[in-house]
């Protein structure tokens, strides 16, 4: 096979993939070289500009470090992890909400009990941030596990500040009757970092680059599935324009004010402080293809 073509090329690139091994590699594959070649012959590019995006893609990877990662920027601000995330929560459900990891996730954050300050004076004023796990059939999930990860008031994650000293940002367990809380700090609305490629891609595009205030969670319990979403402050600016399309209804709170004393959830605080508070209700695990239910319309 020689001498291609623009018409012919997409087929003899794809016809080299009989012998894959696997059927899903080859799908996956086929698809993307299909979509990839027709991207190209819709838009044309110079070859200054193949020559451009070859660079961007590299300066994105060159970006990612250990607390940086580039590349979920870039799906994030290009919409792909809601739509991964969509896929996989198809059906409707009594379970909270689902919502996009976001890049500032760190596994094997350290486990506190409940009850702690994740966060301190510098990260802005204290938050109490309490609430309870429970399955759809209503039972209190004990020693549940609930990661929780914010910005401080300046709107930055520990991450970006510190490579060593973690804040605003632990691990808790449930108690036996599915109740945790921290004590936290109230979020600022913040921009995704924009000082890397997926920053000028967003100049290029007009657009801003900033998220709605938001506490991040991930809930585990064994026997059900993985809960990774974020609860939005009701009274932040961009819910209705955040960068990486994150914001559902179902997850904006208004923040209450905890009374000294001990709340309803076991939490205690000495003077009046905000509350950010959640009971989140896990679907049972599902897995495979179970776990991404075909669209109801889906004819393809
Ligand atoms: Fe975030």
New binding site residues.
């Given amino acids: 096979m020689r001498n291609f073509d623009e018409k012919d090329i997409t087929d003899a690139v794809i016809s080299r993939l009989a012998n894959s091994p696997s059927p899903r590699a080859k799908h996956i594959s086929a698809s993307l070289i299909r979509h990839l070649h027709d991207f190209v012959r819709e838009i044309e590019p110079s070859q200054s500009e193949w020559e451009q995006a070859i660079d961007f893609l590299t300066r994105t990877g060159q970006m990612c470090s250990s607390t940086r990662q580039e590349f979920i920027l870039l799906s994030d601000a290009l919409g792909v992890s809601t739509l991964v995330d969509a896929i996989n929560h198809r059906l409707p459900s009594t379970a909270t909400e689902t919502t996009v990891m976001?890049?500032?996730y760190v596994e094997h954050a350290p486990e506190v009990p409940s009850g702690s300050r994740i966060a301190g004076p510098a990260e802005g004023p204290a938050l109490l941030i309490e609430g309870s796990v429970r399955s759809v059939d209503g039972q209190p999930l004990g020693s549940a596990t609930v990661d929780i990860?914010?910005?401080d008031e300046a709107g930055f994650?520990d991450v970006q500040k510190d490579d060593v000293n973690l804040s605003g940002r632990a691990r808790v367990r449930t108690d036996a009757h599915g109740m945790f809380w921290v004590i936290g700090a109230v979020?600022a609305a913040?921009p995704i970092p924009n000082d890397g490629p997926v920053g000028r891609m967003l100049e290029a595009q007009g657009r801003h680059p900033f998220?709605p205030a938001?506490?991040?969670f991930m809930v585990s319990a064994p026997g059900h599935e993985t809960l990774v979403t974020?609860l939005f402050l009701a009274d932040s600016d961009h819910l209705d324009s955040d960068v990486v399309f994150g914001v559902k209804d179902s997850l904006i709170e208004v923040l209450g004010t905890a009374a000294p004393g001990t709340t309803s959830y076991g939490a205690t605080v000495e003077t009046s402080t905000p509350v950010l508070r959640r009971d989140f209700v896990l679907g049972k695990a599902l897995s495979g293809a179970a776990a991404r239910r075909p669209h109801p319309q889906a004819l393809y």
């Fill in positions: 976001g890049p500032f990860w914010h910005a994650y979020p913040y998220r938001h506490v991040h974020h």
